[in-house]
């Protein structure tokens, strides 16, 4: 019986699939912040241990690249638009697009939060080793307050928004059966 061989994956995307370069950033993005909040998870129900300080002691470093794949991912997801598989007609069409967006904005807030907070510190912001700002004498308040309020929480709710999206996928396909779940992590149907 020959054996069907499958196209190589576009780098770019395509309307029946996500290309390599959408999918490396998806998965990418997906580890980062799986690390990111099993580290912060741990610190809310351990407290201060060395187990959680492995995790969250890398944590302003995984942040600074998660920044940069999350720049790049929208830039990407801006520049493939027209190319990309559709999210579907009708109100669920509509909610998908919609929860992609809130997703999208909450990724970039989260860490440009922390930026702006960072900006504003007393500490140097020096994330690999080398210095990206200046320790600011005195803090600028404002900045460093706005960044408390929004880093920790919105990062929750990014986690939320996460947590639907997977969960979306499943219903995707368990219930619907659609592929949905292919065009990012596999072949595409058909």
């Known amino acids: 019986m020959p054996t069907q061989q499958s196209e190589p994956l576009p780098l770019g995307d395509t309307i029946q699939r996500y290309g ?18 099993l580290g912060m998870g741990l610190k809310l129900t351990l407290g201060r241990t060395p187990l959680v300080s492995f995790f969250t002691g890398s944590h302003q470093m995984v ?21 990309r598989p559709a999210h579907g007609d009708g109100l669920l069409g509509l909610a998908a697009r919609a929860g992609h967006m809130a997703l999208y904005l909450v990724m970039l807030i989260v860490p440009a939060a922390a930026i702006l907070r960072a900006y504003g510190s007393e500490r140097v912001f020096a994330p690999f080793g080398f210095q990206i700002f200046p320790a600011q004498q005195p803090e ?24 639907g999206h ?12 659609d592929g949905t ?8 149907r058909g």
Do not use: C, K, Y
């Open 181 to 188: 779940l292919q065009r990012m992590a596999g072949r595409p």
């Open 166 to 177: 997977v969960v979306m996928v499943g219903l995707h396909q368990a219930m619907w059966r």
């Open 63 to 83: 942040g600074t690249v998660l920044f940069v794949l999350i720049l790049a991912r929208v830039i990407w997801t801006i520049a493939n638009r027209r190319h």
């Open 140 to 163: 600028i308040g404002w900045m460093v307050g706005i960044g408390d309020a929004l880093h920790g929480e919105l990062g929750w709710l990014m986690l939320a928004l996460i947590a």
């Open 20 to 37: 390599l370069v959408s999918r490396i950033l998806h998965w990418s993005m997906a580890a980062l912040l799986l690390w990111q909040f």
